[in-house]
């Protein structure tokens, strides 16, 4: 987990120093159509946005609702973990529990350098809303998975949505704490993982998953969702806060005139940045 938290801010601050050169380059250059000026601009409206959190109320508010989003995650996946093995074990193939385990492994290596990066220019929320839809997409496939191989298609969704769902909510809480608390909220996301252990068994237990395996993921497909509202909730409302300012509305005039690239141009500027520049 820590390593996740580690990477997830060594990748935030490459991007930003990124950022800022090839601003940099454009002021020299009219051939340059298209660099990295969107994430410059998501980064502004960070900015922005994290001055509405000043308020104690709006931090204890945020605070508690990383705190249930992370309890919906963190309480699915250790059951998770759980029923894959009796899944596995329903469909005759529990020797194979391991491909299944060595797929989530390489997903979620491979999706955290996409979505760290990605979220520079596209904004957290939103790709905190992907990372939903494909968590969503997963949880279904897995629960009417009737072969291993279809479950193993279910993982990959899944476990993108996962990390993504995890690495994203550790960019928001980054974003909108002061340095000097900043680990204190990183970290908001994770305190379900004390009282989890706890009650977990007993959860396993009155869920009978060899027989129910089936339902006990699929309940998380709207579960988690439910856990993840209220601070999906505060993001928007903080939004259209910070719209209200003299500052957001200049830096939105300020990306429409900047704003000249095509489909082809940010097609290219994506493959580029989220596959290659994420190793450098």
């Avoid at 905190?128 to 291993?148: D, E, H, P």
């Avoid at 706890?198 to 959860?203: A, D, R």
Wanted: charged share 15%; with cysteine.
């Amino acid at each position: 987990m820590s390593s996740s938290v580690v990477g997830a801010s060594s990748n935030k601050k490459s991007g930003i120093r990124q950022s800022c050169e090839i601003i940099e380059r454009e002021r020299h250059s009219n051939d340059d159509t298209f660099s990295m000026t969107s994430t410059f601009f998501k980064l502004k409206e960070n900015e922005i946005m994290s001055a509405q959190f000043d308020s104690l109320k709006y931090k204890i508010l945020l605070i508690s609702t990383a705190f249930v989003c992370g309890f919906g995650i963190s309480l699915d996946y250790t059951l998770r973990s759980t029923y894959t093995g009796y899944a596995t074990n329903s469909y005759s193939e529990h020797s194979l529990l391991s491909t299944v385990q060595v797929i989530n492994a390489v997903v979620s290596v491979g999706s955290q350098v996409v979505y760290s990066r990605l979220s520079d220019h596209f904004g957290r929320l939103r790709l905190f809303l992907v990372a939903t839809i494909f968590y969503i997409m997963g949880t279904i496939i897995q629960s009417q998975a009737t072969r291993l191989t279809m479950y193993a298609a279910g993982s990959v969704f899944y476990n993108c949505g996962y990390v993504g769902t995890n690495l994203l909510l550790t960019l928001i809480l980054s974003d909108f704490s002061s340095l000097k608390w900043r680990m204190f909220y990183q970290y908001a996301s994770y305190w379900p993982y004390i009282i989890i252990p706890w009650i977990s068994g007993n959860i396993i237990t009155a869920a009978n998953p060899q027989k129910n395996w089936s339902w006990n993921i699929a309940m998380w497909a709207f579960i988690y969702p439910l856990s993840a509202l209220p601070i999906i909730f505060l993001i928007l409302y903080m939004k259209y806060k910070s719209s209200k300012t003299a500052e957001w509305r200049s830096l939105k005039e300020q990306a429409r005139k900047e704003r000249t690239s095509g489909l082809f141009e940010n097609l290219v500027f994506l493959f580029w940045n989220s596959i290659l520049l994420a190793y450098y």
